[in-house]
């Protein structure tokens, strides 16, 4: 179970896409000599078979042995530089061309060698293309994809022309024979696919997972203020626009933090910060999971709450203010803070805009704090308040 945790938590994360270009580099090389390190055993296990013989070009095993070993070393060695090295400038800038483009040659001698539109070289360049342009900068990746295809396509001319030979690893038997119908070149087409296609597939899924992830973080950034984690200026305002726009019936508080510059002055913007935080956890415990809260500025936030009568919506707003002022904000072992907030009440009604809304929430806040702070006030009591003034 910790093992798959820990594979969920790679997966989940930003781990590749975060690397920098000469870690991927590495990666590729070590994915290289895997895949050559599987076709040399792929070889060797045909060639300790005399059955299977028959079907191989005697006349090519040590050269082509040796210089499958020599590639797999230097993919080795490319390796250890793109690790060891990676502080060099010129290893920064120049090596990545290098070690793609060698990546590239060495896949696509291979793939000559077994047949140049052959089912595993045809496979292994789309699958390995597709990945490349995810994982690096098209730069890179056209570099060596461009020569690598010009390659293919000189190479497929010539040998239709019989300019040269084609898939110069197998005999002139197996190449004259109908090859689908071959049991010996279908399983070899499989296994000398198959670990590009693993690899591929596998690197492929984790990029595009990662991708996503980093896709919902970055609009999760946009919607949330970093400090407090709720839901910023720009959220509450869009779902301000979706609630009017659905003629769905709504409440807003807006609630200020009590002398919060005094707090900023007398004990550092750091407290002040963690003041912000924890009343930012005690709102999102008294809403539910349709209503929503959010930092507005500085030290004030709006809770936007749908369906609520005004009782509903002040029993909140009280519940929301005997919170905060009941909850201590520590400073140290010895020392604590207590801070209060004072709320203002609005309810939408036919014809409000939610910029009348608003307004009138802002002007209940402001009524809370000439009445003493540390309150909750609705709109509603101002006109009642300038209808006696009248009456006067």
């Known amino acids: 179970m910790k093992a798959w945790g820990k594979l969920n938590e790679f997966l989940n994360g930003n781990i590749i896409l975060n690397w920098n270009t000469l870690t991927k580099c590495c990666l590729v090389m070590i994915l290289g000599a895997l895949i050559y390190t599987l076709w040399i055993s792929w070889y060797l296990f045909v060639f300790s078979i005399p059955a299977l013989q028959q079907w191989m070009n005697e006349e090519l095993y040590y050269s082509h042995l040796s210089m499958s070993v020599v590639i797999l070393c230097l993919f080795l060695v490319f390796a250890f530089i793109s690790w060891k090295f990676n502080h060099y400038k010129w290893v920064q800038d120049y090596f990545p061309y290098i070690a793609i483009l060698y990546f590239a040659s060495t896949l696509i001698y291979g793939g000559f060698n077994v047949g140049i539109i052959s089912p595993a070289t045809m496979g292994g360049y789309i699958s390995l293309i597709s990945v490349g342009v995810v994982l690096f900068d098209r730069k890179i990746i056209y570099s060596a994809a461009i020569p690598v295809t010009l390659f293919m396509l000189i190479t497929i001319v010539l040998s239709s022309l019989k300019q040269i030979p084609y898939a110069p690893l197998f005999s002139e038997k197996l190449n004259s024979s109908n090859l689908s119908e071959n049991p010996f070149w279908v399983y070899s087409m499989f296994i000398l696919y198959f670990p590009i296609f693993i690899f591929s597939i596998v690197l492929f899924e984790i990029l595009l997972t990662q991708w996503r992830n980093r896709e919902a973080q970055i609009k999760n950034m946009s919607l949330l203020d970093p400090l407090t984690n709720i839901f910023n200026r720009r959220s509450l305002a869009q779902h301000l626009h979706c609630i009017q726009r659905e003629r769905k019936s709504y409440a807003l508080i807006l609630l200020d933090l009590d002398y919060f510059k005094n707090i ?8 002040g910060d963690l003041v912000l935080t924890k009343v930012a956890k005690i709102l999102d415990l008294h809403l539910n999971e349709q209503d929503m809260a ?3 500025g500085g030290e004030e936030f709006l809770l936007i709450l749908q369906n609520k009568t ?3 919506a002040i029993q909140i707003a009280e519940q929301c203010r005997e919170g905060i002022e009941q909850e201590p904000i520590l400073l140290d072992l010895q020392h604590k ?4 907030a004072s709320f203002g009440v609005a309810l939408s009604e036919q ?3 939610k910029e009348m809304v608003l307004r009138q929430a802002d002007q209940a806040l402001y009524f809370a704090k000439k009445q003493g702070r540390n309150q909750v006030r609705c709109y509603a009591e101002i006109d009642e308040v300038n209808d006696l003034n009248l009456d006067v």
């Open 310 to 312: 005004q009782e509903q």
């Open 264 to 271: 900023n002055d007398n004990y550092g913007h750091d407290v």
């Open 294 to 296: 959010g930092r507005f």
């Open 337 to 340: 803070l207590h801070v209060t």
């Open 351 to 353: 014809n409000k805009t």
